[in-house]
């Protein structure tokens, strides 16, 4: 099946640093992608739908400002958490289905990010 | 929210078949059934969708009522390997999937 990438894998930050995630499909085209977030012993949780060279779209109670994401390219997302608190720490993980196909079904998921922030 | 009503957990040996079941009774006509399962810390991996028909693929089937309000997803011979949580979700094709609870599953020797 189609793969997507993250990257990094996991990743420990200072309070009011940074952080980017990346989401790339390896071997496919993918126009939109989804990010989710998971906390721990919770179910995944919807955040954002990235679309290909437009603005992404958010779930209702997720700041756009603080979660930014670009979705560049069709091979390409990317999930910056700004000004990151411990509240933010969590495994967050992106999706995408492949162009051409948005109505087969399948989503394709990521390794996930684990982010922890100190 | 979740438009379907999974057992919170669920226990199988090693070797049988693992039958999880899934009430949607408010799914509509355009509405797939998706099951996807996680290991833990590891990203959600697909096993089978469909619509109406019964599905089969390497990894399971996927049994729909005629009435598509409930499903089963059956994993014909469980491994350790299986152990993981099982989501089943509808929705429709295109969209972003929500997550529920999902059942967790053990498989044990």
């Known amino acids: 099946g189609a793969v997507v990438s993250q990257h990094p894998s996991w990743v420990i930050c200072k309070s009011g640093t940074s952080v980017k995630i990346e989401c790339r499909s390896l071997?496919?085209?993918?126009?939109?992608m989804f990010w989710y977030r998971q906390f721990p012993k919770q179910s995944l949780m919807l955040m954002a739908t990235?679309?290909?060279?437009?603005?992404?779209?958010?779930e209702q109670g997720v700041e756009k400002d603080k979660f930014l994401i670009n979705h560049a390219s069709l091979t390409l997302s990317t999930l910056t958490v700004t000004s990151a608190h411990p509240e933010d720490s969590s495994f967050y993980i992106c999706?995408?289905?492949?162009?051409?196909?948005?109505?087969?079904?399948?989503?394709?998921f990521g390794e996930g990010s684990r982010l922890t922030v100190l | 929210d979740a438009k379907t009503t999974q057992p919170t957990s669920m226990d199988c040996a090693e070797g049988r078949a693992a039958n999880l079941p899934c009430n949607h009774s408010?799914?509509?006509?355009?509405?797939?059934v998706y099951w996807y399962r996680q290991i833990h810390s590891q990203g959600p991996q697909y096993i089978i969708h469909?619509?109406?028909n019964n599905e089969t693929n390497e990894m399971a089937s996927l049994i729909i009522t005629e009435d598509r309000k409930s499903s089963t997803l059956i994993l014909p011979h469980a491994t350790l390997r299986d152990t993981a949580v099982y989501y089943c979700?509808?929705?429709?094709?295109?969209?972003?999937?929500?997550f529920g609870k999902g059942t967790t599953l053990s498989v044990s020797s």
């Open positions: 999706s995408a289905r492949t162009s051409g196909r948005e109505n087969t079904g399948e989503l394709f």
């Open positions: 071997d496919f085209q993918a126009t939109t």
């Open positions: 990235s679309n290909e060279g437009s603005k992404a779209t958010y």
């Open positions: 408010t799914i509509s006509g355009n509405e797939y």
């Open positions: 469909g619509l109406k």
């Open positions: 979700i509808v929705d429709q094709a295109g969209t972003a999937l929500i």
